[in-house]
């Protein structure tokens, strides 16, 4: 078989398999599914593998049937879906099984070296940004020169939002992956200045808990620890300083109803997944996209379990389930400075 296994988020591929006394009504099964198969010799057959049959990490088992007379079903083959390697921000994982493929423009993965995302063609936003902060990502000299850019990688013919999408509408350009949590070097900074990165936010709520609790976020950074961080805009419709929108720019950008974060903080140390344990801090936070008035963010503190129920997303899918359960049940109680 051929390949043996692939990084979760790839397009859709081709599998090889080989074997003996293929026919041409002879399949290749994945999970037990028949795969669209062509027939290529009565040792060889190859498949399809839609991309939404790899968007999450683990294995699958691959079998090939041949009907009857004579046939049956071969021993299975182990497929392995690994994490997507180079790209450290999904360590934890991809909350919405987002996939590297055009065919799913409303949960379409991009992955940077800065941060990765889930985006949504529709709503011009992001559905989740994810970064790992440590402190190595914000020591350094960066100018944070609020040069905000549209991403010329988005797929050719989607919409890509521009800064003056946001002129006059009420609403911020909000960064998902704070600008200052790319501090160490000048194209990490730019990166976040991407218009991916960014959403429409209150500036109540963007200057306020939303910005205090990011920069709690590098204070932990910087007391040793390393943070895997999601977040996103949930919903639509929300109230700026003009008033009411549920879109900006005719309708190119979607106004979400709510803003969230979700947050895991380990001791730096090596081989982060593995050392997530039941008593691992995660903190959750979810804030209304309006004028406030907004307390202290440590107010907003829900479940990670609640932020799943919101946003549909499983956070931390690479962690056990068992794990998961444990740490996503309850909202932080520890300290907000
Ligand atoms: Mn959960
Ligand atoms: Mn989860």
């Not at 991916?196 to 709690?216: D, K, S």
């Amino acid at each position: 078989m051929a390949p043996t296994f692939v990084e979760n988020g790839v397009s859709a591929f081709t599998i090889t398999v080989n074997g003996s006394s293929f026919i041409s009504t002879s399949v290749i099964k994945w999970n037990g599914t028949a795969l669209t198969t062509t027939f290529v010799s009565a040792t060889q057959l190859t498949a399809t593998v839609p991309a939404a049959n790899v968007s999450a990490t683990g294995t699958a088992s691959v079998t090939v049937f041949t009907g009857t007379p004579g046939g049956g079903t071969t021993s299975a083959l182990t497929f392995t879906i690994i994490p997507a390697s180079g790209n450290v921000h999904l360590t934890m994982g991809n909350p919405s099984g987002a996939v590297k493929n055009t065919s799913y423009p409303a949960n379409y993965l991009i992955t940077r070296g800065q941060y990765a995302l889930s985006y949504h063609r529709d709503r011009g936003i992001a559905n989740w940004v994810a970064w790992q902060l440590n402190s190595t990502w914000i020591t350094g000299s960066a100018v944070d020169n609020d040069q905000f850019k549209t991403d010329a990688t988005l797929p050719t013919g989607w919409y890509r939002v521009k800064t003056g999408d946001y002129t006059n509408s009420g609403f911020s350009r909000g960064h998902l992956c704070a600008s200052a949590d790319r501090k160490n070097t000048q194209a990490n900074m730019d990166t976040a200045y991407l218009m991916t990165n960014i959403f429409p936010q209150t500036q109540a709520n963007n200057g306020g808990p939303w910005a205090v609790l990011e920069t709690y976020c590098r204070t932990l950074a910087n007391q040793g620890n390393v943070l895997y961080i999601y977040a996103g805009g949930q919903g639509t419709g929300g109230t700026g300083l003009n008033g009411y929108k549920t879109t900006l720019a005719n309708g190119v950008l979607t106004v979400p109803a709510k803003t969230w974060k979700v947050i895991m903080v380990l001791p730096s140390g090596t081989n982060d997944l593995s050392r997530v344990s039941t008593s691992t801090r995660c903190i959750a936070v979810v804030l209304n996209n309006n004028l406030g008035p907004f307390s202290s963010w440590g107010t907003y503190r829900v479940s990670v379990d609640s932020v799943e129920s919101l946003t549909g997303y499983d956070f931390f899918s690479n962690v056990s389930q068992s794990i998961q359960s444990a740490i996503e049940l309850n909202a932080d109680s520890g300290p907000t400075q």
